[in-house]
DNA sequence: GCCGTTTTCGGCCCGACTGTTTTCAGTCG
């Protein structure tokens, strides 16, 4: 674990005590900073060291202090001494679902219940019967929650390469028969993040009670927690939840906005509506009683004259204020790929694999497609693909589009110069030897760094590029970066490898996940390497050269 | 506790849903 998480983790903690203590603003301020310590790319020593802990924002005076504290000495007065007035398991109380910070408070201190065993007991004892506000129904809810907490112990977050084939698989049910019109995923989900905690979907319909019959009889749906006219919560059968909103057209815009978030980037919104005398909810935008907004989520940041901003860049780290300068990023697109330098075929590779790449590749338009042709597994064994392959990889390679052959090399069996032989390459740091060689590759045409994965993995790779050539792949899975290291990475001026798709399962979500992050790291098209022109990324070096200086790069 | 092209003090998003209520509190997102 990172000095950031354990931060972040410390300040979450210290937000529940102060919540269950009944302090009323300073949770939120808490929370606020861990969720922004969590998202920088530095880590908190080197932010301190420079003296800009007060420009993470949500930290002020106060947290500033506590974090110089906990880098000084490991610990923080403030946070032992709450953790000394409150009961440890009260914590664990607040996790159960439907009960916050006031009723776990009042089973403390009307009842001197101290953790979810006493309030197990206190229930069997009868003695939550007769307490104001705690009717049998409550009272069953309440058992009903520890008893789930004991047989599954909270899930957390889903990685969001497990969440998609279920988020698709929902939005299929309901496209089939549900009489749904428009139809969106929202929530984190939409903003691409790296896990998500629920599924939010969001539909138009004129049967809106159709749709929520459809929605709970569908196969992953286990149980339905509850259900409104215009809103269902249901658990699946792998424990995740997903609710489901259906509005008016009119109202689409407003509540896709809404419910895609993320919490401190709708905050910030609702500021600028209210200093321009507007009100903004999840129906529409308003002046006074004159509705001024709502169908679409372009007609809510018009109104606030803002231009419109990508879902996986809305997090309120300064999207907002480059919005209101018109100065959003392009951020990369799929129709933005020129080619994939870093194709895997099958272990018993034949020539119609070949075959198959290259229809993909002609399908997604792509100019460029390096096939791994030989190198090493992480298990240390060797391969090359057979003859009959190798040659259909010649004979296929042609002028509309141009097959490469890519070799794959352990960080510790890096070639001697760069680019070495004929072959591009991709370098797969070695388990056990996580750190990068000290020799740098060239100025031209680099490696691509791949099979990488994790943010602590990922760093001294970024410093390895730095003020080199070469790129790093982007994506979901342990032997990728996510997106918190690949800001990192163009902040350092390194470039991103974007998986395509081409030669993979059509259901395999390691492309579109892999753009997301991208998206969501800032990536404009120049900066993701497979989406530069062909003669910049060809095996010609001075041509890589040339293009990137006429560029600017 | 944080924050400020109307503020260094006085705000801090806001609505759905539930269970317990004769009008609302708590939780959640």
């Known amino acids: 674990m990172s000095t950031n998480s354990d931060a972040a983790e410390m300040f979450r903690e210290i937000a529940d005590l102060l919540d269950v203590l009944g302090e009323k603003f300073k949770p939120e301020a808490y929370r606020r900073a861990a969720r922004s310590i969590e998202s920088l790319t530095e880590d908190l020593k080197a932010v301190a060291a420079r003296g800009d802990l007060r420009t993470i924002p949500g930290v002020g005076e106060a947290i500033a202090e506590k974090i110089e504290e906990y880098l000084k000495t490991g610990k923080v007065d403030y946070y032992e001494r709450l953790t000394k007035q409150v009961p440890p398991g009260i914590a664990d109380l607040l996790r159960l679902p439907g009960l916050g910070p006031k009723t776990a408070r009042r089973f403390w201190l009307e009842l001197g219940v101290e953790g979810p065993n006493e309030l197990a007991a206190a229930i069997d004892a009868g003695r939550l019967t007769g307490l104001k506000g705690f009717g049998p129904k409550k009272i069953e809810q309440v058992r009903a929650a520890l008893a789930a907490a004991k047989a599954a112990p909270p899930s957390g977050r889903l990685p969001i390469e497990e969440a998609y084939p279920i988020a698709q698989r929902l939005l299929a049910g309901l496209r089939a028969s549900a009489g749904a019109e428009q139809l969106e995923i929202a929530g984190s989900f939409r903003r691409c993040r790296e896990t998500v905690g629920d599924l939010d979907l969001l539909a138009t319909s004129q049967t809106p009670a159709r749709v929520f019959d459809t929605f709970s009889a569908l196969p992953d749906v286990r149980e339905v927690r509850l259900r409104g006219p215009t809103k269902e919560t249901v658990l699946l059968t792998n424990g995740l939840q997903v ?273 997301g992050f991208a998206r969501r790291a800032g990536a404009e098209k120049g900066s993701v390497r497979n989406a530069a022109s062909p003669a910049s990324v060809t095996r010609n070096g001075s041509a890589a050269r040339t293009a990137r200086s006429r560029s600017g790069a």
């Open 243 to 515: 609710d489901l909103r259906v509005v008016e057209p009119e109202e689409f815009g407003a509540a896709l906005l809404y419910s895609t978030g993320s919490k401190d980037h709708n905050v910030h919104l609702r500021t600028i509506a209210r200093d321009r005398g507007l009100k903004i909810n999840e129906y529409g935008i308003y002046r006074g009683e004159e509705r001024v907004g709502g169908r679409t989520e372009e007609e809510m940041y018009r109104a606030l004259r803002l231009s419109w901003i990508p879902p996986e860049i809305r997090e309120d780290r300064g999207e907002v204020e480059q919005a209101a300068r018109g100065a959003v990023p392009r951020l990369v697109e799929a129709g933005d790929l020129t080619g994939d330098l870093h194709v895997h075929l099958p272990d018993e590779a034949r020539p119609a694999d070949v075959d198959r790449v290259v229809a993909g590749a002609r399908q997604a338009k792509l100019r460029y497609v390096g096939i791994v042709v030989a190198g090493e597994r992480a298990d240390g064994s060797r391969f090359e693909l057979p003859r009959p392959v190798l040659e259909r990889i010649a004979h296929e390679s042609g002028t509309s589009l141009r097959l490469e052959r890519v070799r794959e090399v352990p960080a510790d069996g890096l070639p001697e110069s760069w680019p070495a032989g004929e072959d591009r390459i991709v370098v797969r740091p070695t388990r056990g030897v996580p750190r990068p060689p000290s020799r740098k590759p060239g100025p031209t045409l680099g490696p691509i760094v791949a099979h990488l994965g994790g943010e602590e993995a990922a760093r001294p790779w970024i410093e390895w590029l730095r003020g080199a050539s070469g790129a790093i792949e982007v994506g979901p899975g342990p032997e990728r970066i996510d997106s918190v290291s690949a800001r990192a990475a163009l902040e350092a001026g390194i470039g991103l490898c974007v998986v395509t798709g081409v030669g993979r399962d059509p259901d395999d979500p390691a492309a579109p996940i892999s753009l």
